[in-house]
């Protein structure tokens, strides 16, 4: 069992740069790969990154390459998404998820946070 809670969102202003954290609970956080989503009214939850067990292997969806960074920190049991010159697009529920393998798909990842809500005002 994971149990993921995150923190770090809230209201910001374009081109601001928040860093959004997920505290992971359990002693297996090095082998779930790590990812970010994120879901507006009316749609489904969307890829933003994934982060490998040890670190090394990260993938990011094309709208925030170049902007977000995906981190973590396993002597801590916690994973980063630095946001860089956020766009009023980024505006979201950001939720973080655990899984076993490295895929994109929603549906692939068992364990969720609870999201927190990124509001960027033009």
């Known amino acids: 069992q994971v149990q993921l809670v995150e923190s770090g969102g809230g209201l910001v202003q374009a081109g601001g740069s928040p860093r959004l954290s997920c505290a992971a609970s359990?002693?297996?956080?090095?082998?779930?790969?790590m990812g970010w989503f994120r879901q507006v009214p009316t749609k489904e939850r969307e890829f933003v990154a994934r982060?490998?067990?040890?670190?090394?292997?990260?993938l990011y969806t094309d709208s925030v390459k170049g902007r977000f960074t995906i981190s973590r920190d396993n002597a801590k049991n916690t994973v980063y998404l630095q946001m860089n010159n956020l766009k009023p697009e980024d505006s979201a529920i950001y939720y973080c998820?655990?899984?076993?393998?490295?895929?994109?798909?929603?549906?692939?990842?068992?364990?969720w946070g609870q999201g927190t809500q990124v509001t960027v005002s033009s």
């Open positions: 359990g002693r297996t956080f090095s082998s779930y790969f």
């Open positions: 982060v490998s067990g040890g670190g090394g292997n990260k």
């Open positions: 998820a655990a899984a076993r393998g490295g895929g994109v798909s929603a549906t692939e990842y068992g364990y």
